[in-house]
Nanobody, 115 residues
């Protein structure tokens, strides 16, 4: 059974930092591209950052320079370091694992940025 479990969300003030983690089980983690998406109320789900097997990453324009995605294949975990958070970063952040036709999602972790 495949499971992706996110953690690290919470409440932050503008300008502060949070680090999200997503730990996978039931898959050969090192073979999967991993990504973070987010979905704010009333908005469509959007890609935040993605890291492929080789370690190359790409980011949404809105988070470039503020967010960093990384992976630790030994721990089956992908991270999202978020700095200089803004109110518009408020959303549920979801982890995704993908390989060819296989895509798996976590249940998400809430990030709220508010003063």
């Amino acid at each position: 059974q495949v499971q992706l479990v996110e953690s690290g969300g919470g409440l932050a003030q503008p300008g502060q930092s949070l680090k999200l983690s997503c730990t996978a089980s039931g898959i050969t983690f090192r073979s999967y591209a991993m990504a973070w998406y987010r979905q704010a109320p009333g908005k469509e789900r959007e890609l935040v950052a993605r890291i492929i097997v080789g370690g190359s990453a790409n980011y949404a324009d809105s988070v470039k320079g503020r967010f960093i995605i990384s992976r630790d294949n030994a721990k089956n975990t992908v991270y999202l370091q978020m700095i200089n958070l803004k109110a518009e970063d408020t959303a549920v952040y979801l982890c995704q694992a993908s390989l060819l036709l296989y895509t798996y999602w976590g249940q998400g972790t809430q990030v709220t940025v508010s003063s």
